[in-house]
């Protein structure tokens, strides 16, 4: 199938949709004579915009998000200056027509704005995201158990030499109960014993 492409002083080129988004916005650029860097999208006649540059898997068919024999304009999306904070701002959809319509203009600078907000708003919420954990260590109670004035302190001392964390008037250090720890080498060698 097939779909319209309307640009500059009503110009417009056939397109095939019967291929992935990436070619099909490679051909329409070139077409349009836009630089590679320059990043594109389509609308259709009412404004809306198809967001194929925010697709994640741009090998999908264009038939899948373009309708067959509608006519679409080129837009141009600006975005915040390179090296700037801004860079991922959305500035503009500017359609790359002689004389858009004011409704078209309209309808692109609604979207325009609400992908800034929307954007901005993950931001937010990213840098919230960051910063909660931070926050919630700090504020985390502590529970030491309750001594009375006169009574040793809570906390473990231990003198300097002593690697053990006992001291010498302890006396030695208890010995282990239990079985004694076997390799595999052991185990197998019980089994030949008892074969």
């Known amino acids: 199938m097939f779909i319209f492409i309307k640009h500059g002083d009503n110009q417009q080129f056939l397109v095939n949709t019967n291929c992935s988004v990436f070619p099909l916005l490679h051909y329409t650029r070139s077409k349009v004579g836009l630089r590679k860097t320059d990043t594109i999208d389509l609308c259709d006649e009412s404004g809306t915009m198809k967001l194929l540059f925010l697709m994640k898997t741009p090998g999908e068919y264009a038939s899948k998000f373009l309708t067959a024999r509608d006519t679409y304009y080129v837009c141009k999306v600006e975005r915040g200056a390179p090296g700037t904070k801004l860079e991922n701002a959305y500035r503009a959809f500017v359609p790359i027509l002689k ?6 203009l309209d309808a692109l600078r609604t979207q325009c704005d609400f992908m800034e907000r929307s954007r ?6 990213l840098e919230a995201k960051k910063v909660t954990p931070i926050e919630s260590t700090m504020n985390l ?3 030491l158990p309750k001594h009375g004035p006169l009574q040793h302190s809570p906390l473990p001392t231990r003198p300097l030499g002593s690697k053990s964390g006992r001291s010498e008037e302890d006396g030695p250090p208890p010995t282990r109960r239990g079985p004694p720890f076997k390799t595999r080498a052991d185990n197998l060698g019980r089994r030949d014993k008892h074969r």
Do not use: A, D, G, Q
């Open 99 to 104: 004389n858009p319509e004011p409704e078209l």
């Open 141 to 143: 109670p502590v529970r």
């Open 120 to 125: 901005v708003k993950m931001l937010r919420t």
